[in-house]
Structure formats: structure tokens, C-alpha cells
């Protein structure tokens, strides 16, 4: 019954569009327009979808022409490049048809807004392409406007001219990059030439200000591509200028980037990791975050010259914001493969509902084929649930399992790789000046580091064996105290860092019957986040005392905290990721995951925080008897 309610709100649906009048399908045009401008991307898709319908049904051409337009510019925003294209070429050839279908006394005043239009579409696939780094194709596009556009007769002519000529000298630049020899020339001299053509056409013209600054930028980079530097830094800092005056954010934030590049190019570093720190800042505060990547990778190659610390700074800032884009590109494709099932869902529906308008008999056939179906349908499930109600459960706790390996293999390893192949960037950049004795330290740094990770790896496997069923939890006596002064070493460079005292307060002679591994990557864990969260050149306590059969362990930092919002759901999942006193950067999974271990374990974990004031973190082990 519940497939049948389905189909039949279809039916009414499809119905209901059909029979919209003029002010209905105003209303819904208004709608695409306004998700438009208030940038509801998907929306703006789910609302011309549905207006297709409506269109296609009642042959308005002109509309769906617009439509199609409006959805490509949504798709394109939306960074789903591929429906973009498709919905500019439908919106291509949509226009063909409506020119051809002009009289012969209007088809020639006619053909020149619908080429003008079909223009305008093609150069968006262009632009599409060129973010692709199709350039080829890109370049074939832009060329073919131009051979669209004709011979210039208005302003308006003249303005699309220069956007052509700098969109193709911008493609130009992008190829040199690949070529040789006398071809590289050839191609910029070509796009120099072009970019000239395009800024003089900009400027006698009228451009708007901001296509004026791209302009202006444009040339910019080819003069400085052929050698021209003085001439390509005057012209960006006269397009920074500009955009100052516009108050512009994106173009500001592109513009100091790009001169960070010339910079750097010039081997000035320092002047270059300080207009990458300019555009990094414009691009955090207005959220451009494929302008930040940018910019934070040019601060990373640029700092690497002359501030290791700095560098570091770059690359976890970088890695962190990478991490972030990848979890929104996910959301982004499971929304989309959903709406695309939606789609097809209703599509499918709607075919089967006009099939059954046939006659009467036919639709009380497939009626009752539908419901005898239901009928077996939920009588298999049930049958089928029933048997695969504990495999379904393995295979929940399996992919639980997996979700935590992946958290602690990030929270584990990334900073530590990083680190480590920082250091060695500096010493291979380094190398012939640096000093024997300083070598040496930079080597026993290292070895220290890779002890570490070696160690780490190991409690890991341990884990990964215990996780997934193929190792014992087996237990032994261990030293307490050892144990703790061995995690405390392990942090040593960090706690030496912040100036961080560490308190022991643990009685000698307190042995652990317990899986000694899972006690020492918990007491890591918590150690490490003590010492992440505690402020600068404060004090951490660890202390144990004995009730009954079991030590409770207590670590106490003086810092951060966490709100109690933050304190009520960080044993239950996976956090947000939040960074430490230092900006030192975590994945919001530790202290989930030690919560796993010890329940595992038969034992508990308990935590008391408050904002800007500590965290104290207490759990059990089983003391030897």
C-alpha cells in the first residue's frame, strides 16, 4: 500500500504541474532565481528540474533554453563539472532549434541574440575546461567564440572581444608550462600579444572594474612568464590597487597570491610568504578555500627558504584544511548520488503511472500485481532480516572497527611523518654547510623520531590484532610507574617546548595485571592530550591509587577544557577536531577510542572539564592480587 500512495502523489504531482497557469509558472521561474541569488545551489537544480518538466510538457523552448542555462551556472558553482556541460549543451542546442524555428522575416535579427547567448554558453564550458586542465579543449571553445563574435560592431561586441582574447591568454600561459624550446616561446609571445589586445580593448572601452583588474592581472602574469618582471609587478600592483578601491575580497586574496609567486620566482621568500600570509587571511575571513590551499602551499615553499617553524606551521594548517574539503566532497557525493536515485525514482514512477492511464483494466491489473508483490516482497524481507539479524550486526561492528583503525592511524602518524620529513627538506637543503656536530643532533633527532613511530606501529598492529579477532587479549604484569615515566618520555619534546612541569605522584611497587598494551596507548593518549590542551609553562599531574582489585589512573592538565556540551558527547563519537595551545592539531577521536579499549577491557573512563580552567581524566586497570 505504501509503493501505491507512492505512485498515485506521482501521479497528482505530474497532474497538478501540467495544469499550472501563466502565474504558476512565474512563481516557480522566481523561486530557481531566488535559491539563485541566495547561492542554494542544489535548490536552484531540484527547483529547474522540476521546471523542465513543466516546460518540456507544454513546449515552451525559450524557457527551457533559460533553464537549462540557469542550472549549468548552479552545477558549476556546485563543482559538478560534468552536469554542468551537459545542461550548457542542452541549452545550446535548445536555441539552435528556437532559431531555426524563426520566420524568415524576423530569423535574421533572431540568429544574432541567440548566437550572442550561444556564445555566452559556450565560453562557460570553456572556463569549465580550463579548471579541468582540458586546455586543449578549452582553447577550441574560446577560439570558436571569437569566430562567432565576427567583426566587432557595438561596445558591447568590443568588451566580449577582450574576454575571449584574455580567457585564450590565460589557456595560452597554462600550455607553456608543458612546452620547449622555440614552441613555449611561440605560445607566450601569442598569449603576451593577446592579453595587450584584451587590456587595451578594456580600457578604451569601459569595462567594468573588476573584469579591468582581471585584465590587468592577466597581463601581469604573461609578461612576467616571458621575462618582463619590472613591467609584470607594476601591472599587479596597479590590478592590487584596483582591487582595493572595489573592495573586492576574492580578487584581492587571488592578486596576493599571485605576487607571491613572482616573488618567490625571484627568490625573494620573505616578501613572498608575506603576500601569501595577506591572501591567507582575506581568503580565511570570506571562506575561499581553494584560494587558501593555494595560498598555504605557497607559504609552506617559500618559509621552507628561511623559517622551518613557520613551514610547519604551513603544512599542518594545509593538511588540516585538506582533510576538511575531503569530508565535504564526500557529504557532497552522497547528497548527489541521492538526488540522482530521487530523480530516477521519480522518473521510473511516472512512467509506470502514464502505463497504467491506459485504460481501466490495465490499471487494476497492475494494481493487484503491485500488491501481491508488496505482499511477497515483505514477506521475504521479513523472512530475510530475521536470518541476517546477527550478520548484520558482525558487519556493523567490522565497519566500526574500520572507522576507528582509519582515526588512529590519522591521529598516529600524520604530525610525526610531517615533522620527520621536514627535517630532512632542511637537512638535504643544507647539507654541504652544516656543521659535523650539528649534523649529528639533526640524525639523533631523527633516530628518536623514528623510535617513536616504530613504537607506534607496533601498539598499533597490537591493536588491529585485537580489533579484528586474530590476537589474544592477553595479560601481564607490568610496572605501573615504569610505564607512566616511559609514556611521559615519550612527549618529552613537546613538554620541553611549553615548559610544562610534569607531576608524578605514583607509589613505587603498584603492579598492573593488565593488557599492558592497551594500558600504554590509552596512557599516551591521554598523556599527549594533556600536554596539547595544557597553556604554556603550566603544570600536569599524574597520580594512581588502589581501590580493591584495580588502580585508577588520574591525569589532571591546567587548560583549555572543553564546554560541557563538547564534555557530554566526546565519549560517545568522534568530535570535531580542535587544535591545542600551540595550534598543535588532533582529530577529536582519541579519547572515543581509549573509551573502546577500556570498556573492552571490562574497565571504565571517566572526565571532569571546564572551559579555560583543565581537564581531569580518570580510569581503571586491573591492579595485580
Same mark, same amino acid.
Given at each position: 500500500?505504501?509503493?501505491?500512495?507512492?505512485?498515485?502523489?506521482?501521479?497528482?504531482?505530474?497532474?497538478?504541474?501540467?495544469?499550472?497557469?501563466?502565474?504558476?509558472?512565474?512563481?516557480?521561474?522566481?523561486?530557481?532565481?531566488?535559491?539563485?541569488?541566495?547561492?542554494?545551489?542544489?535548490?536552484?537544480?531540484?527547483?529547474?528540474?522540476?521546471?523542465?518538466?513543466?516546460?518540456? =510538457?507544454?513546449?515552451?523552448?525559450?524557457?527551457?533554453?533559460?533553464?537549462?542555462?540557469?542550472?549549468?551556472?548552479?552545477?558549476?558553482?556546485?563543482?559538478?563539472?560534468?552536469?554542468?556541460?551537459?545542461?550548457?549543451?542542452?541549452?545550446?542546442?535548445?536555441?539552435?532549434?528556437?532559431?531555426?524555428?524563426?520566420?524568415?522575416?524576423?530569423?535574421?535579427?533572431?540568429?544574432?541574440?541567440?548566437?550572442?547567448?550561444?556564445?555566452?554558453?559556450?565560453?562557460?564550458?570553456?572556463?569549465?575546461?580550463?579548471?579541468?586542465?582540458?586546455?586543449?579543449?578549452?582553447?577550441?571553445?574560446?577560439?570558436?567564440?571569437?569566430?562567432?563574435?565576427?567583426?566587432?560592431?557595438?561596445?558591447?561586441?568590443?568588451?566580449?572581444?577582450?574576454?575571449?582574447?584574455?580567457?585564450?591568454? &590565460?589557456?595560452?600561459?597554462?600550455?607553456?608550462?608543458?612546452?620547449?624550446?622555440?614552441?613555449?616561446?611561440?605560445?607566450?609571445?601569442?598569449?603576451?600579444?593577446?592579453?595587450?589586445?584584451?587590456?587595451?580593448?578594456?580600457?578604451?572601452?569601459?569595462?567594468?572594474?573588476?573584469?579591468?583588474?582581471?585584465?590587468?592581472?592577466?597581463?601581469?602574469? =604573461?609578461?612576467?612568464?616571458?621575462?618582463?618582471?619590472?613591467?609584470?609587478?607594476?601591472?599587479?600592483?596597479?590590478?592590487?590597487?584596483?582591487?582595493?578601491?572595489?573592495?573586492?575580497?576574492?580578487?584581492?586574496?587571488?592578486?596576493?597570491?599571485?605576487?607571491?609567486?613572482?616573488?618567490?620566482?625571484? &627568490?625573494?621568500?620573505?616578501?613572498?610568504?608575506?603576500?601569501?600570509?595577506?591572501?591567507?587571511?582575506?581568503?580565511?575571513?570570506?571562506?575561499?578555500?581553494?584560494?587558501?590551499?593555494?595560498?598555504?602551499?605557497?607559504?609552506?615553499?617559500?618559509?621552507?627558504?628561511?623559517?622551518?617553524?613557520?613551514?610547519?606551521?604551513?603544512?599542518?594548517?594545509?593538511?588540516?584544511?585538506?582533510?576538511?574539503?575531503?569530508?565535504?566532497?564526500?557529504?557532497?557525493?552522497?547528497?548527489?548520488?541521492?538526488?540522482?536515485?530521487?530523480?530516477?525514482?521519480?522518473?521510473?514512477?511516472?512512467?509506470?503511472?502514464?502505463?497504467?492511464?491506459?485504460?481501466?483494466?490495465?490499471?487494476?491489473?497492475?494494481?493487484?500485481?503491485?500488491?501481491?508483490?508488496?505482499?511477497?516482497?515483505?514477506?521475504?524481507?521479513?523472512?530475510?532480516?530475521? !536470518?541476517?539479524?546477527?550478520?548484520?550486526?558482525?558487519? =556493523?561492528?567490522?565497519?566500526?572497527?574500520?572507522?576507528?583503525?582509519?582515526?588512529?592511524?590519522?591521529?598516529?602518524?600524520?604530525?610525526?611523518?610531517?615533522?620527520?620529513?621536514?627535517?630532512?627538506?632542511?637537512?638535504?637543503?643544507?647539507?654541504?654547510?652544516?656543521?659535523?656536530?650539528?649534523?649529528?643532533? !639533526?640524525?639523533?633527532?631523527?633516530?628518536?623520531?623514528?623510535?617513536?613511530?616504530?613504537?607506534?606501529?607496533?601498539?598499533?598492529?597490537?591493536?588491529?590484532?585485537?580489533?579484528?579477532?586474530?590476537?589474544?587479549?592477553?595479560?601481564? =604484569?607490568?610496572?605501573?610507574?615504569?610505564?607512566?615515566?616511559?609514556?611521559?618520555?615519550?612527549?618529552?619534546?613537546?613538554?620541553?617546548?611549553?615548559?610544562?612541569?610534569?607531576?608524578?605522584?605514583?607509589?613505587?611497587?603498584?603492579?598492573?595485571?593488565?593488557?599492558?598494551?592497551?594500558?600504554?596507548?590509552?596512557?599516551?593518549?591521554?598523556? &599527549?592530550?594533556?600536554?596539547?590542551?595544557?597553556?604554556?609553562?603550566?603544570?600536569?599531574?599524574?597520580?594512581?591509587?588502589?581501590?580493591?582489585?584495580?588502580?585508577?589512573?588520574?591525569?589532571?592538565?591546567?587548560?583549555?577544557?572543553?564546554?560541557?556540551?563538547?564534555?557530554?558527547?566526546?565519549?560517545?563519537?568522534?568530535?570535531?577536531?580542535?587544535?591545542?595551545?600551540?595550534?598543535?592539531?588532533?582529530?577529536?577521536?582519541?579519547?572515543?577510542?581509549?573509551?573502546?579499549?577500556?570498556?573492552?577491557?571490562?574497565?571504565?573512563?571517566?572526565?571532569?572539564?571546564?572551559?579555560?580552567?583543565?581537564?581531569?581524566?580518570?580510569?581503571?586497570?586491573?591492579?595485580?592480587?
Amino acid at each position: 500500500m505504501k509503493r501505491l500512495c507512492v505512485i498515485c502523489l506521482c501521479l497528482a504531482m505530474s497532474i497538478g504541474c501540467l495544469a499550472q497557469d501563466a502565474d504558476s509558472l512565474d512563481k516557480l521561474k522566481k523561486r530557481i532565481y531566488s535559491h539563485y541569488y541566495q547561492s542554494e545551489f542544489s535548490e536552484v537544480v531540484n527547483c529547474g528540474n522540476e521546471a523542465l518538466e513543466v516546460y518540456k =510538457a507544454n513546449g515552451l523552448l525559450f524557457d527551457m533554453a533559460g533553464c537549462y542555462n540557469v542550472m549549468g551556472n548552479a552545477y558549476q558553482r556546485l563543482g559538478q563539472f560534468k552536469e554542468a556541460i551537459e545542461c550548457y549543451e542542452l541549452c545550446a542546442e535548445t536555441m539552435e532549434s528556437l532559431k531555426n524555428s524563426e520566420s524568415d522575416e524576423n530569423r535574421e535579427e533572431a540568429s544574432a541574440f541567440y548566437d550572442k547567448n550561444i556564445r555566452y554558453t559556450r565560453n562557460n564550458m570553456a572556463e569549465i575546461y580550463t579548471t579541468l586542465g582540458e586546455y586543449d579543449e578549452a582553447e577550441k571553445l574560446y577560439r570558436n567564440c571569437v569566430e562567432m563574435l565576427g567583426e566587432p560592431t557595438d561596445t558591447i561586441d568590443f568588451l566580449d572581444l577582450s574576454v575571449y582574447l584574455q580567457n585564450l591568454a &590565460g589557456v595560452g600561459l597554462k600550455q607553456a608550462v608543458v612546452l620547449e624550446g622555440d614552441e613555449k616561446q611561440q605560445r607566450l609571445d601569442s598569449a603576451v600579444e593577446m592579453a595587450e589586445q584584451a587590456y587595451a580593448l578594456s580600457e578604451q572601452y569601459g569595462d567594468k572594474p573588476f573584469k579591468r583588474v582581471n585584465k590587468t592581472f592577466t597581463l601581469a602574469q =604573461a609578461y612576467f612568464a616571458i621575462g618582463r618582471t619590472d613591467e609584470g609587478l607594476a601591472l599587479a600592483n596597479k590590478a592590487l590597487d584596483m582591487a582595493e578601491a572595489q573592495d573586492d575580497p576574492y580578487l584581492k586574496a587571488e592578486i596576493h597570491a599571485i605576487l607571491g609567486g613572482f616573488e618567490a620566482q625571484l &627568490g625573494k621568500y620573505a616578501a613572498a610568504e608575506r603576500h601569501y600570509r595577506t591572501a591567507m587571511d582575506i581568503a580565511e575571513e570570506n571562506g575561499f578555500d581553494e584560494l587558501l590551499m593555494t595560498a598555504l602551499n605557497g607559504g609552506y615553499e617559500s618559509a621552507k627558504q628561511f623559517d622551518l617553524k613557520l613551514a610547519l606551521d604551513y603544512f599542518e594548517q594545509s593538511t588540516a584544511i585538506k582533510d576538511s574539503i575531503f569530508n565535504a566532497d564526500q557529504q557532497r557525493l552522497l547528497r548527489d548520488y541521492q538526488a540522482r536515485y530521487d530523480l530516477s525514482e521519480k522518473e521510473h514512477q511516472i512512467a509506470l503511472q502514464e502505463e497504467k492511464n491506459k485504460t481501466i483494466r490495465i490499471k487494476f491489473v497492475v494494481l493487484s500485481v503491485l500488491a501481491v508483490l508488496l505482499l511477497v516482497l515483505m514477506v521475504v524481507g521479513f523472512y530475510v532480516g530475521f !536470518k541476517r539479524k546477527r550478520q548484520n550486526a558482525a558487519l =556493523a561492528n567490522i565497519n566500526k572497527s574500520k572507522d576507528h583503525l582509519l582515526s588512529v592511524v590519522s591521529h598516529d602518524f600524520k604530525t610525526s611523518v610531517g615533522s620527520q620529513n621536514l627535517m630532512l627538506d632542511a637537512m638535504y637543503n643544507s647539507l654541504e654547510k652544516m656543521p659535523m656536530e650539528q649534523l649529528k643532533d !639533526k640524525v639523533l633527532m631523527l633516530k628518536t623520531s623514528s623510535d617513536a613511530l616504530y613504537e607506534k606501529m607496533f601498539h598499533l598492529f597490537e591493536w588491529m590484532k585485537l580489533e579484528l579477532g586474530s590476537g589474544a587479549t592477553k595479560h601481564e =604484569a607490568f610496572d605501573l610507574l615504569a610505564l607512566v615515566q616511559d609514556c611521559v618520555k615519550a612527549q618529552e619534546t613537546e613538554i620541553h617546548q611549553k615548559g610544562i612541569e610534569v607531576v608524578v605522584a605514583i607509589d613505587e611497587g603498584m603492579i598492573a595485571m593488565d593488557n599492558k598494551t592497551m594500558v600504554r596507548l590509552v596512557m599516551q593518549n591521554v598523556i &599527549g592530550n594533556a600536554v596539547k590542551f595544557s597553556w604554556p609553562r603550566s603544570q600536569v599531574n599524574i597520580k594512581a591509587t588502589q581501590e580493591s582489585a584495580r588502580f585508577w589512573v588520574e591525569v589532571e592538565d591546567h587548560g583549555m577544557g572543553m564546554s560541557p556540551e563538547k564534555n557530554a558527547m566526546v565519549l560517545k563519537e568522534v568530535v570535531t577536531p580542535s587544535k591545542g595551545t600551540n595550534g598543535e592539531s588532533g582529530t577529536g577521536a582519541g579519547l572515543l577510542l581509549c573509551a573502546h579499549f577500556l570498556e573492552r577491557n571490562g574497565e571504565k573512563i571517566e572526565i571532569e572539564s571546564a572551559e579555560s580552567i583543565g581537564t581531569k581524566v580518570r580510569f581503571s586497570i586491573k591492579a595485580m592480587t
